[in-house]
């Protein structure tokens, strides 16, 4: 069985996914996560990632407590319960 | 019958609605709220459109049948990984004659035939052979402008900022630039033929070849179809301004004119809107009931519209969030009871 980890949204993507703030799916690895966020609500990959499928600028993802840039890779294994956060940048002020 | 307007906003659409005597509006809470509502259209069937942007999340193409229930189309336009180009907004929708078309930033045209399901890249103009010239406007690199031969829909003009006008006449298979008599405002070492800053373009309902212009240096009006075009300037106080729109059943034009591109404002403090019922031969400015003093607010390209009810009513909103009506064609204008966030696209479709 797949770990179940919870993906957060910002609240200004609500539109984009009928209001819903957070999704449960069932991956191996972030990317893996993020796939199976788009299988169910494939608007929402053009809003996260540009047009080199890479994370636009100004949106930030965190394993749990962990941002993904910082990370060496993205291909980390997820256990059950972990929580993805998607986040907009503090750009400018 | 009612009138309704989409008020696009740099922080989400409003949608406001009044019968058909124009007198007592109503204004929704905001559609998308937290995203630019760049252009919106509605298509032979009925069918809204809607374009939103984010700084942040990008841009995406939104329809719904009601105003109410919208979805976001999955294909709309975007470019093609491999161009190494951003779509950053949709500029301008053309939901008519069957193929649909949408201007966007980074500039390029994209075309739908199955009713905006699925768009892709209209390639002759996008990958132009002048394209290695094309160069930003100060309000980027934008294909805002959209024009289609309601007799002839092969034939097509597209305005793009600041490279200038092209036009198709066989479906958009080659487009050839038509600027001929206008000042340019860039000039390339190659392509002499682009580097022109066209802010907006209307036409003639029942003769394509009759085009306005608004470009930033001027006024021009084209009798052919764009191979020519010359200055339509006779009461204009200043040749600067973006919008510009047409009362297509008496086919009287508006325009808003800014003090210069400097300064873009009103000048004097006065905000003034333009019109002309003779063709562009000549312009009056029209007061009455707009702010005639300290007000400073601009247009910006897409705020100006039309309702094309009997008298014309006329839709401008400012930078400033504020947005002013007409019903009686111009003579008279009234201020909607709300500010909004800076206005980026006014569209009024008046039998919803």
Redesign the interface.
């Known amino acids: 069985m797949m770990p179940s980890v919870t993906i957060e949204l910002p609240s200004v993507l609500a539109p984009v996914v009928n209001g819903e703030r957070s999704f449960t799916v069932n991956a191996e690895t972030l990317p893996g996560a993020l796939a199976a966020l788009f299988e169910i609500q494939p608007g929402l990959k053009v809003h996260l990632f540009d047009e080199t499928e890479s994370f636009r600028e100004h949106v930030l993802c965190f394993h749990n407590q962990t941002n993904t840039r910082w990370m060496d890779s993205m291909d980390v294994p997820l256990q059950d319960g972990d929580t993805i956060t998607i986040l907009q940048a503090v750009s400018g002020g | 019958m009612t009138v309704t307007a989409m008020l696009g906003t740099a922080k989400g659409g409003f949608i406001v609605r009044s019968n058909t005597d124009r007198s007592a509006w109503t204004i929704d809470e905001p559609l998308?709220?937290?995203?630019k509502v760049t252009t919106s259209a509605r298509d032979d069937k009925g069918r809204y459109f809607v374009a939103t942007a984010?700084?942040?999340?990008?841009?995406?193409l939104h329809v719904s049948d009601d105003l109410k229930q919208?979805k976001?189309i999955?294909k709309?336009p975007?470019?093609p990984?491999r161009?190494?180009?951003?779509?950053n907004q949709i500029w301008t929708l053309h939901l008519r004659s069957g193929r649909y078309y949408a201007g966007v930033d980074e500039a390029g045209l994209f075309m739908s035939d199955d009713g905006g399901e699925t768009w892709s890249p209209v390639d002759a103009l996008n990958e132009h052979a002048t394209r290695s010239a094309w160069a930003p406007g100060a309000g980027g690199l934008c294909a805002h402008a959209l024009l289609v031969d309601p007799s002839n829909p092969d034939r097509v003009w597209c305005g793009i900022s600041a490279v200038g006008v092209f036009r198709t006449e066989d479906g958009g298979r080659t487009w050839h630039p038509k600027n001929q008599g206008i000042p340019q405002v860039l000039e390339d070492k190659d392509h002499k033929d682009v580097g022109y800053c066209v802010h907006g373009l209307i036409a003639d309902p029942e003769d394509a070849n009759t085009i306005y212009r608004r470009e930033h240096n001027g006024m021009f009006r084209s009798r052919d179809g764009g191979d020519h075009w010359e200055r339509i300037e006779n009461g204009l106080p200043n040749w600067f301004g973006f919008p510009i729109a047409m009362d297509r059943r008496t086919r009287t034009i508006f325009v808003h004119p800014m003090e210069s591109d400097e300064y873009r404002m009103p000048a004097d403090g006065k905000f003034r809107v333009y019109r002309s019922r003779d063709g562009g031969d000549s312009w009056e400015p029209l007061t009455n009931g707009l702010p005639q003093q300290h007000a400073y607010m601009g247009v910006l390209r897409g705020a100006l519209d039309c309702d094309q009810l009997d008298p014309c009513g006329v839709y401008i909103g400012t930078t400033a969030g504020t947005v002013y009506i007409s019903t009686d064609a111009g003579d008279s204008w009234t201020q909607l009871p709300c500010t909004l966030p800076r206005v980026l696209s006014v569209t009024v479709f008046n039998d919803a």
């Open positions: 998308f709220k937290g995203w984010s700084d942040v999340y990008g841009p995406a919208w976001q999955e709309g975007s470019w990984k161009r190494d180009r951003k779509l």
